[in-house]
């Protein structure tokens, strides 16, 4: 039973790879004029085949693999990613920022007011021309 599980084996591997081998050419070229012919007559046969056969590769086999990878990648974030990003923001993340926030408001406020007042006591001397009076200038 052994021996013929390996002989179907065998030929179930070396069957499809002699149908490869018919299309081959049987038999090398003679002389060099014959191996110049040859390699002439593939150049051209690449010539002319080689764009449609790129562009069919491309537009049959690469884009469609390249929005597979996409569509997996985005179902990937938005089914297992976000959520976990997400709950980890609501429940870890924002409550200690949305407190701090709320400790600072009162002190932000309070230094904005001083610099108000100190801008109002410390007035720009009316000669000294703004910067953006000079840019204009320059641009005219």
Do not use: C, H
């Not at 932000?108 to 100190?118: N, Q």
């Amino acid at each position: 039973m052994k021996y013929f599980l390996l002989i179907l084996i065998m030929i179930g591997l070396f069957l499809p790879v002699s149908g490869f081998a018919e299309d081959q050419i049987s038999e090398p070229p003679a002389t060099l004029e014959e191996a110049r012919e040859l390699g002439e007559e593939s150049l051209e046969v690449t010539k002319e085949d080689m764009p449609g056969i790129l562009g069919r590769i491309w537009n049959e086999e690469v884009i469609p693999f390249w929005q597979r990878m996409w569509g997996w990648a985005k179902n990937f974030w938005k089914d297992t990613l976000w959520p976990w990003i997400r709950g980890l923001w609501e429940r870890r993340i924002r409550p200690p920022v949305e407190e701090e926030v709320e400790k600072r408001k009162e002190i932000i406020e309070e230094r904005l007011e001083e610099e108000k007042e100190e801008l109002q006591k410390t007035s720009i001397p009316k000669g000294i021309r703004s910067l953006w009076e000079e840019i204009k200038e320059m641009a005219q």
